[in-house]
């Protein structure tokens, strides 16, 4: 998949969903979409209050209009407005690379896919978006899910977490496998969280990962140098591996519970809207 | 019976209890299967059932499988023909005159035995019963192995005289016994004395086989035919068959065919006989009667004149002083000489032996006694020409075919008011219709008929004022004839005339012949011999001639039938009298009887066995590695076999190449493609045309049209094609096509078979190509087409077909050009030619270069003639 094909797919994506609801959702969610207004004074072009000139302030900032009806001098303040940044990160280990069959993406291809339809809709509402693995300033404009979109192509098999961490109060967006054991996602979110990190996991899986189709003696390899397994019946295993995914979830859960984040599940199977749909609410609010 | 082509390959199979053994402890490779969730699986306790062997099927899969490769790969085949001892061969293969008919199939089975020989690697001993043609004695040939012996078989040829199986037997004993050998007798069907003799002998060797051909298949033989008054009557005779007919074939010198005789054959009758009325100027034509369909001396009559002579009688008086130009019978003699034999002598002395036509001048009354004679001999058959004159008129006899008037007419003389008259046209019902009249021609004198009703019929010719000159007519079964003016130039100037030679001419031709038995007066040398295919091929260097005299010749290598003698003197000898027809021949006592397809080809077994193990392969992998693996090798496997077709036409396409008609045998088809392959690179060396590798093409499937020519070889097992392949060569054949059909036996395949191979093809009426043919000169100038034999005619279309520019669509032939031009890669030519040797190679090389050019350059060739008138024209 180039850069451009990946960016039409994720456009054609984004453009299904329904501008009303989007719209209505943006004005629903000032607090977290849009140029947020911080209820307070700040850099911004809003107008929020006029106060007693202080010893200190410049005197360009006297507004004389306002000042020559009274006897103080008055300074008028504007609302001070951030550009929220979003930090996106598809999982580019190998696990991800991987498909059961030839009718379907590879996990990877999907993570990459959802990023960039949600940059792209977070682009329209105008926040600013950028990759959590990657370090610099976020995009933001017309061009920001295209820049996405290249930058996700280029990226390079890793098979750990980002270490570099996202300015704080950045909205973080993690789209992986998260088949790590519980204990090794547990630490880097209570380290994302301590960095004044928000967030959301999605879990992205295959269809034979979520049902273990193999029938007799299959030998199983791991792609994260995990080892081989060898094994006679396959189809006796599939109920306790049910179950061992089950749980592995219920611990994936537990743990974004505990920072404050966000967790949901998505499989490869599935169309990618219902997940970018679920995604977008879920970030909206 | 099974054999096997490579019998050691079979030790292979000691090894399948090993196989049993590792296939036993070793259990088949689990799937492997990249699982990123692996980890998920590490905890889970799996209640492990291990599978530690193969299961058993699983194993007789593959036993079957590794089994079926090595059956396969050993070669086996499947003889027809039940039990039969695997030994050394001994064949005998009757090759005198009765082997002649159906050669082609004789020496097909014996070439096959030689290849199951060749299959089972014995050795061949051949033996021949019919003496060599070079005058050598007989003699066994072998044992060698089965290549050699194939080279023998390759050149071995009928002859046209009688076998010596007697001699044959005797030959045995230097055989050595050994080993109990294959014994197998090729016989043409017919007993002499020696087959007694010979079966004894052969089944000393082991147990006899006789390949005898059906009696409906046995030669027949044209008996001399006899002339009788009426016409020519025509004996054939047989060993056995049912109710059907034979067509007697009448041609000229020149080969062509003059007439056709259908014979009746009453089942079970043995001799049946025809009679024609051909009339005497067609019978006087006909140099040779063959049986249709009947390749053989014996059933092909030379004639050399004998049955037909028309010797003329010239009546003489007896008178000593005789006056050269003045005489009667000067003119006459001189006017017969140059076509018949002419005597002289008393009617007493002629009528001694036989006469066709008697010149009778005007010499006055006859004793009755001669007279009475001469009525018997007409009456017979005879011609009686008779003169007029004055003792004529004085004294009319009763021999004469009207009442004469008892006085001359004088014309023009001093005591006549007339005028020398003129000779009016002949009329058209006259035997004279058609000769011209020369106009100086004058008769001074006639004596004159009495009016009669039927007078106008008998009247031949007649003057300018209706009387006759010349009447008519018939006394019993001969003819007598009356010119009424002299023959001297006395009352006419016709005796002069060249009309006078011209009447007489006519006169004999409807005279009936009578055979004449010669006796040879000198010994007469051979001039050209009958080969064993009954076709005039120069006399052999060992041939004596014919000695003088009456006596019997016994036919064989030193009086081979043919044509004795030069042209004074020329007598044919016949094989059909000469033989003293032997009965045809049963199964010998103890022997087994050889039923023709039994010989056939042995069946193939092997590449079936290969065939299913690669579809236990299939099923092997299908169970074990997935049904996508097996599709994948089916894939491979169909395009190795399916695919590759389209890809053979698509590359036939880029390069100009010939190509051949596989015919399905694979010695016949390996040739074929040796030989175009050596003719490609030597028109590469000797002209500009470069042609790729030659291609095989099967009629059915492949594209046709993208070969300029197509070579044919027909082979003795083939049959006709299929519809479609019929439709196929027809379409390539309308769009420019050219079709070269060789039926490889120098054009001794008959008519009706080729007309069987060739059936539902449209072959337009075909005529011989001769020197003027732009065959013989589109590179090359050429003057025959020999191949591997030489002699046989090519064929080309008569007219061709304007839309083609009259390029021939097919050639016909038989002189097994593919075996000339082929060579090994070395450049050793694969086969001897005969009987040219290299010399003849060159000339069918020369033949093929000039048949690519015309097949590629059409008739641009032809057209180069006008060239040098085309250029005179641009410059004026």
Redesign the interface.
């Known amino acids: 998949m180039t850069a451009a094909d990946l960016q039409s797919r994720a456009e054609s994506l984004a453009a299904g969903l329904p501008n009303l609801l989007l719209r209505a959702k943006r004005v629903a969610a000032t607090v977290s979409g849009g140029l947020h207004g911080r209820r307070r004074p700040g850099s911004g072009e809003d107008f929020w209050q006029y106060r007693q000139s202080q010893p200190g302030d410049p005197l360009t900032a006297i507004d004389w209009r306002q000042s020559a009806r009274s006897d103080h001098l008055y300074v008028r303040e504007t609302e001070w407005t951030i550009a929220r940044t979003t930090r996106l990160w598809a999982d580019p280990s190998p696990s991800m690379l991987w498909r059961s069959s030839r009718d379907l993406e590879t996990k990877y291809e999907r993570a990459c896919l959802l990023a960039v339809a949600l940059g792209v809709l977070l682009e329209q509402a105008g926040e600013r978006i950028g990759l959590l693995d990657r370090p610099g300033p976020a995009f933001s404009g017309r061009t920001a899910p295209a820049r996405l979109a290249h930058a996700l192509i280029q990226a390079q098999p890793v098979e750990t977490f980002p270490e570099q961490g996202a300015a704080p109060r950045s909205l973080v967006v993690l789209l992986s496998d998260f088949l790590t054991p519980p204990e090794e996602i547990a630490r880097q979110a209570e380290r994302w969280a301590a960095a004044g990190l928000t967030g959301h996991m999605l879990q992205i899986l295959d269809p034979a990962e979520e049902a273990l189709p193999y029938q007799g003696r299959v030998r199983l390899h791991g792609l994260e140098r995990e080892g081989d397994m060898l094994i006679q019946h396959a189809e006796s295993l599939r109920d306790d591996y049910g179950l061992a995914l089950e749980a592995h979830r219920r611990a994936l859960a537990a743990i974004a519970r505990q920072v404050g984040w966000r967790f949901s599940t998505h499989s490869t199977a599935q169309p990618a809207r219902v997940a970018l749909t679920h995604l977008y609410s879920a970030l909206a609010c | 019976m099974l054999s096997f082509a490579s019998p050691w390959l079979l030790a292979a199979a000691l090894a399948l209890p090993a196989l049993w053994l590792l296939l036993r402890i070793t259990p088949p490779p ?15 306790a ?6 530690r062997s193969a299961p058993l099927w699983l194993i007789i899969l593959r036993i079957t499988l590794v089994s079926l490769l090595i059956l396969g790969a050993a070669g086996p085949a499947w003889r027809r023909g039940g039990e039969q001892v695997n030994g050394p061969w001994l064949i005998v293969i009757d090759n005198g005159w009765a082997a002649g008919k159906h050669w082609t199939q004789r020496r097909g089975a014996l070439l096959e035995m030689i290849r199951q020989a060749d299959h089972d690697s014995q050795p061949v001993t051949i033996l021949t019963t019919a003496l060599p043609a070079d005058g050598g004695a007989l003699a066994l040939i072998g044992p060698s192995s089965a290549a050699d012996a194939r080279g023998v078989a390759e050149r071995l040829a009928p002859q046209p005289w009688p076998g010596d199986r007697a001699q044959a037997a005797k030959l045995l004993d230097t055989l050595a016994h050994g080993k109990t050998m294959r014994v197998v007798w090729l016989s043409d069907g017919l007993a002499d004395d020696g087959v007694a003799a010979l079966a004894g002998k052969l089944e000393t060797y082991g147990r006899l086989e006789v390949m005898l051909p059906s009696p409906g298949d046995l030669p027949q033989l044209l008996m001399a035919p006899t002339s009788t008054p009426t016409g020519t009557r025509v004996r054939l005779r047989r060993f056995g068959g049912g109710e059907g007919h034979s067509t007697v074939r009448a041609l000229d010198e020149q080969g062509r065919g003059l007439a056709l005789l259908d014979v009746a054959w009453e089942a079970g009758a043995l001799n049946a006989q025809a009679e024609t009325d051909w009339p005497s100027e067609l019978k006087n034509r006909i140099a040779r009667l063959v049986v249709e369909g009947e390749e053989h001396a014996g059933a092909t009559e030379l004639l050399d004149g004998s049955w037909s002579r028309h010797p003329v009688g010239l009546v003489d008086d007896g008178a000593a002083d005789r006056i050269q130009l003045l005489d009667d019978l000067f003119y006459g003699e001189r006017a017969v000489m140059g076509f018949a034999e002419a005597r002289h002598g008393s009617v007493d002395e002629l009528l001694q032996r036989p006469l066709s036509l008697m010149i009778l001048p005007d010499h006055g009354a006859l004793p009755d006694k001669e007279r009475e004679k001469l009525r018997k001999w007409v009456e017979e058959g005879g011609t009686l020409v008779r003169f007029a004159g004055p003792e004529l008129a004085g004294n009319p006899d009763d021999l004469l075919p009207v009442r004469l008037r008892s006085n001359e007419r004088l014309l023009g003389s001093a005591l006549s008011w007339a005028q020398p008259m003129s000779v009016a046209p002949m009329p058209e019902d006259s035997p004279f219709a058609g000769l011209a009249i020369p106009p100086d021609l004058t008769v001074s004198a006639q004596i004159l008929a009495e009016p009669d009703l039927t007078l106008a019929n008998k009247t031949w010719a007649k003057l300018a004022d209706g009387t006759p000159l010349v009447t008519g007519a018939p006394l019993g079964h001969g003819w007598l004839v009356l010119i009424h003016t002299t023959a001297w130039p006395g009352w006419s100037n016709l005796a002069v005339s060249g009309l006078f030679p011209e009447m007489l001419h006519r006169l004999l031709d409807r005279s009936v012949g009578v055979a004449v038995t010669q006796n040879a007066e000198k010994p007469l040398p051979l001039a050209a011999q009958l080969d064993g295919f009954a076709r005039l091929v120069p006399p052999s260097a060992v041939a004596q001639a014919l000695p003088a005299g009456n006596g019997a010749i016994v036919p064989g290598p030193h009086h081979p039938p043919g044509y004795y003698g030069d042209s004074t003197a020329r007598r044919a000898v016949n094989l059909a009298p000469l033989l003293n027809l032997p009965p045809p021949m049963g199964v010998p006592d103890g022997a087994l009887r050889l039923d023709p397809a039994q010989a056939q080809a042995d069946l193939d077994i092997g590449s079936w066995l290969i065939g299913l193990a690669l579809l236990l392969l299939l099923a092997d992998l299908a169970i074990a590695g997935g049904l996508r693996r097996a599709a994948i090798a089916a894939a491979l496997l169909l395009l190795c076999t399916g695919q590759a077709r389209a890809a053979d036409d698509i590359a036939a396409a880029l390069d100009a190449r010939l190509a051949y008609i596989i015919t399905g045998d694979s010695a016949v088809d390996e040739t074929s493609r040796a030989g175009l392959a050596a003719l490609s690179r030597q028109l590469a060396r000797r002209t500009t045309a470069s042609l790729a590798e030659p291609a095989g093409v099967d009629p059915e499937r492949d594209a046709l049209a993208v070969y300029p020519l197509i070579y044919w070889p027909l082979t003795s097992r083939q049959s006709g094609l299929s519809d479609r392949a019929q439709g196929r060569i027809n379409d390539f054949l309308r769009h420019g096509g050219m079709l070269l059909v060789d039926s490889r036996d120098g054009g001794t395949t008959s008519p009706e078979r080729l007309r069987q191979i060739t059936r539902g093809i449209d072959i337009p009426p075909l005529a011989l190509v001769g020197e003027g043919h732009v065959l013989a000169k589109s590179f090359y100038l050429l003057h025959d087409f020999p191949g591997r034999l030489a002699g046989g005619g090519l064929y080309a279309e008569e007219q061709g077909d304007a839309a083609h520019d009259f390029v021939t669509s097919v050639l016909i032939g038989g002189n097994d050009w593919a075996a000339a031009w082929a060579d090994d890669r070395q450049g050793n030519p694969m086969f001897p030619v005969v009987p040219g040797g290299e010399a003849q190679r060159e000339i069918a090389f020369r033949f093929g270069i000039n048949l690519v050019i015309y097949a590629l350059t059409g008739s641009y060739k032809a057209d180069q003639v006008h060239v040098p008138a085309i250029l005179e024209r641009m410059h004026h």
């Open positions: 689990p799937r492997r299967i990249d699982f990123p969730a692996i980890r998920l699986l590490f905890g889970l799996t209640q492990n059932r291990t599978s």
